[in-house]
């Protein structure tokens, strides 16, 4: 019983966070986002269903935006966790720098697009 109490104070705890900030990724720059990816984000998967993940975790301030989301496979979802991105990615051995560059692309692509304010990039 008692994973089930911890359980549940997670997602009350989730359910606060998430409760707290705007979230303003809309349906359709999620899929753009997921177009311009063209699969995980993190590891190129392309065959697997796609999860919204957050560069910088809602635990620690991120919140779902246009320049925070990125289309990641469930495996890499659930390996980062609420881990920071860059230190997750070095861990895994994967590109860091090919991350960080095509991040950069897609926003600055995607930012074009929808004339995000200043403060969102």
Known sequence: ???????????RRRTRRMGRVAHDLTDEQWTAL???WGGCAYCGAAAR???RDCVLPISRGGRYTLTNVVPSCSSCNASKCNDEVTGWLRRK???????LVRHAEVCADLDRRWRLPAAEV
């Open 1 to 11: 019983m008692a994973t089930n109490a911890r359980k549940a104070r997670a997602a």
């Open 34 to 36: 997921q177009d311009s």
């Open 49 to 51: 269903p796609l999860q």
């Open 93 to 99: 051995r994967l590109d860091e720098r090919a991350f």
